[in-house]
């Protein structure tokens, strides 16, 4: 379960955004909207430990963000949570192969979980729609939506608890983008996972079980 209570987060120029309240359950798939400048990349940057948690309440499986080191945190989401960033981070001199392995290279647990790491990133690809004979392809060489699915094979690699993605289908049409969405939710495991996607196409929300929008906050 994700718990999210009271979180607010000021940034250096004053700006002081209030989230929602938000209890997540194993299972969920879980759209946020909201124009731009809401808090929704915010938010999900708080969730995965990208940025320090301010005021409030977050924790997820048992972990609570407010009384940990940040090492401790960096710890937890490279086991716990698989986040797509909008700006992919995909590293463009390594091969396909090299930036999804990159995932399970910082826990020896979420490695654990991956009995053999070559027919599970090609069951990834194949499931997101990529052919397995892209893998020692730089990524550089990749289509932007080829390199969508290939951040989000990153973020799936080890089966992590929650997986959160920010814009994954920005530079997507619509239906490339329904299809995607289709693609990203038979992998998902909902009895051991949850989903957090934000996206400001709102054609997307009938696919997911909640929706939460930023501008009602």
Request: proline share 2%; with cysteine; charged share 25%.
């Amino acid at each position: 379960m994700l718990i999210s209570e009271n979180i607010a987060y000021k940034f250096a120029d004053g700006l002081e955004i209030k989230f929602p309240t938000l209890n997540a359950q194993i299972g969920e798939k879980i759209l946020i909207t909201g124009s731009s400048g809401s808090g929704k990349s915010t938010f999900l940057n708080l969730i995965a430990g990208a940025i320090k948690l301010q005021t409030g309440k977050l924790v997820f499986d048992g972990f609570n963000y407010e009384a940990q080191k940040s090492y401790d945190i960096d710890k937890f989401r490279a086991e716990k949570i698989g986040y797509v960033f909008q700006t992919l981070n995909l590293i463009p001199f390594l091969s396909v192969f090299e930036n999804i392995t990159l995932s399970i290279k910082f826990s020896k647990k979420r490695a654990a979980k991956v009995n053999n790491v070559k027919d599970e990133v090609k069951r990834l690809l194949l499931s997101l729609g990529l052919e397995k004979n892209i893998l020692e392809k730089k990524t550089s060489n990749l289509s932007i939506g080829q390199q969508q699915r290939v951040a989000v094979c990153r973020a799936l690699l080890g089966n992590p608890k929650l997986f959160l993605a920010d814009e994954p289908t920005s530079a997507l049409d619509n239906e490339s983008s329904k299809k995607f969405i289709k693609e990203l939710f038979q992998t998902f495991d909902k009895t051991k996972q949850i989903i957090i996607l934000v996206s400001h196409d709102l054609r997307l929300a009938n696919s997911f079980d909640r929706v939460i929008n930023f501008n009602n906050v």
